[in-house]
């Protein structure tokens, strides 16, 4: 730890390797929203937030627990529901008038064809415009839920219907 007599203890939430600062100053430079992605051991959670001197503010937040109702009866941590949620979170965002956002993933390694990605891809496809690169999304058989089962497949068109009313 400390190698000679001054020592600066790190940031709090740095310590607990919750917030990279530098990141997080480049992101709050572009002036734009963000578009966060996170996992849990159970959902995946997509915002779009905003920065104020106060705090950051949510525009849109919501979780992959939301596309219960919508008819979704499988897994709340797979692909397809992290697609589904940033294509539904897309839509709010786009009724608020959020038309753009850059992505913020936190600490989580850019894996390709990850759930992150996949989330990305849903916001993408509802109308966001968000910077990234083509090779970094999931296939659309590993989106669409076809590589678990066909009613899987099903069950995802039928979900995205509903979201498009």
Known sequence: ???????????????????????????????????????????????IVEYHEDGDRILVGLTSKKLKDYGWSGSFKNTSAAYLTGYLAGKLAL?????????????????????????LKGLLDAGLEIPHGEDIFPSEERIKGLHISEEVGKMFEEVKAKMEV
Do not use: H
């Not at 940031?11 to 607990?16: A, G, L, Y």
């Not at 709050?28 to 959902?43: E, F, N, Q």
């Not at 008038?97 to 390709?112: H, M, N, S």
């Open 1 to 47: 730890m400390a190698r000679n007599a001054v020592y600066r203890v790190k940031m709090r939430r740095r310590r607990e390797g919750k917030t990279n600062y530098r990141k997080r100053l480049a992101y709050l430079k572009s002036g734009k929203p963000r578009a966060v992605v996170r996992k849990t051991l159970k959902y995946i959670i997509v915002q």
């Open 95 to 119: 009724q608020k008038g959020i038309k753009e956002a850059i992505l913020d993933i936190g600490l989580q390694r850019p894996v390709k064809g990850s759930r992150v990605f996949a989330a």
